[in-house]
């Protein structure tokens, strides 16, 4: 069963922006974000920002800005999802991440859980999309892909920057390894955006390490993009979500200021728009790449 993110219409596949909520955590008393007090207005501002959903818990504010939602849970054994897709779905959420297992599981019990969670999300006829994530069952290529070839209907929310980062993903043939996560990319129909480089999962755009990894997360999102668009229907839409963590959750990095303290290197607020054009770059040269 085809089981998709859709508006139901005949309007032409597309990326849409959500944020995920963690974004605007803890930021800076300097950052350019909108403020937050008064959550009618703060949605507002995402709207006008060019976000059209959000990643994380619906509340009446993001409901009366007519904000899109996408969950996010975590399962670790059959039969935890059903409860959740089932309120997700009630509760009009478009779709769900899901951190799945702790990554120490064998290939039966990996199995046990993907088909649980493909069943439920059939039956419910509601998106249920695997995060590629450091500690669950997608945390090394080789098992995700070992993964996709059992159960090639699984699809993902795709943060590459577990994969980059964690496994050091410039340590070898670029290339190579980009061939290996063609069934991956096929699959992905949302991403968390994060840029990190070889070392550090999240840094500054700006700096000096981050122009080749920019280019190498240009590759990565621009095939999923092009896997998107390869099976797209019309009404269909794929979610792009700058993830830009905070620093107590030791994401985004702190630089010792003038003062002796520690305070953030950049604005996450303003990352996360570059992130969204960046993606957006990355869904038109799919989109062309398709075309010619």
């Known amino acids: 069963m085809r089981v998709a993110t859709t508006d139901g ?5 597309r990326l849409l922006p959500f944020l995920n909520l963690g974004n605007l955590v803890d930021l800076p008393s300097w950052s350019q ?4 007090q008064d959550p009618d207005a703060l949605h507002r501002a995402l709207r006008t920002a060019g976000f059209v959903g959000i990643n994380g818990d619906a509340t009446p504010a993001s409901r009366a800005a007519g904000m899109l939602h996408a969950a996010g849970g975590r399962v670790n054994r059959p039969g935890e999802v059903a409860a959740l897709a089932a309120r997700w779905r009630a509760d009009g959420y478009a779709c769900a991440i899901l951190h799945v297992g702790w990554g120490h599981e064998d290939d039966a019990a990996v199995d046990a859980i993907v088909r649980d969670i493909l069943a439920v999300s059939a ?6 999309f695997i995060e590629t994530h450091r500690a669950t069952i997608t945390q090394d290529t080789w098992r995700t892909v070992r993964l996709v070839e059992r159960h090639p209907d ?3 929310n795709a943060d590459f920057s577990h994969w980059y980062t964690g496994l050091e993903m410039v340590y070898g043939d670029w290339q190579d390894k980009l061939a290996f996560l063609a069934p991956v990319f096929e699959r ?3 991403f968390h955006g994060r840029i990190g480089n070889s070392g550090c999962i999240q840094m500054p755009l700006s700096h000096p390490s ?3 990894a920019i280019g190498h997360f240009r590759e990565l999102w621009t095939r999923s993009c092009a896997g998107f668009l390869r099976s797209a229907q019309p009404g269909e839409w794929i979610g ?3 993830e830009l963590l905070f620093p107590s959750i030791n994401y985004a990095p702190t630089w010792r200021d003038a003062q002796g303290g520690y305070d953030e290197a950049s604005d996450r607020w303003i990352e996360a728009l ?8 990355c869904f038109a040269a799919a989109g062309s790449q398709a075309r010619a």
Not at 9 to 13: G, I
Not at 123 to 128: A, C, R, S, T
């Open 9 to 13: 219409s005949r309007t032409a596949p």
């Open 33 to 36: 974000a909108p403020a937050q």
């Open 123 to 128: 039956g419910e006829g509601f998106p249920l």
């Open 154 to 156: 699984v699809r993902f």
């Open 188 to 190: 992905v129909r949302f």
């Open 210 to 212: 981050m122009p080749k």
């Open 240 to 242: 792009f979500a700058p």
């Open 274 to 281: 570059e992130l969204v054009r960046i993606a957006g770059e």
